[in-house]
């Protein structure tokens, strides 16, 4: 008896939706925090990566000007 009743909630018309639905959020979630996660730290490699560039390009700078003098 328990099977016919899992049978016919998984037949009737709207659970499998809300089940693709809850499937769907979950993915989402996980999916949407991990891509957000990924930006972020993207995002802070290549300003970390920049500045120590800027900075690099500056003391190498600083270093030809000394050497000139």
Do not use: C, H
Not at 31 to 52: A, D, Q
Not at 53 to 66: H, M, S, V
């Amino acid at each position: 008896m328990t099977a016919q009743a899992i049978a016919q909630t998984a037949i009737a018309p709207g659970s499998f939706t809300l089940i693709v639905v809850i499937l769907g959020a979950l993915f989402v979630l996980v999916g949407g925090s991990y891509g957000f996660t990924w930006l972020v730290f993207e995002r802070l490699s290549r300003s970390i990566s920049k500045l120590r560039t800027n900075e690099l390009k500056q003391l190498e700078d600083r270093l030809k000007d000394l050497e000139q003098r």
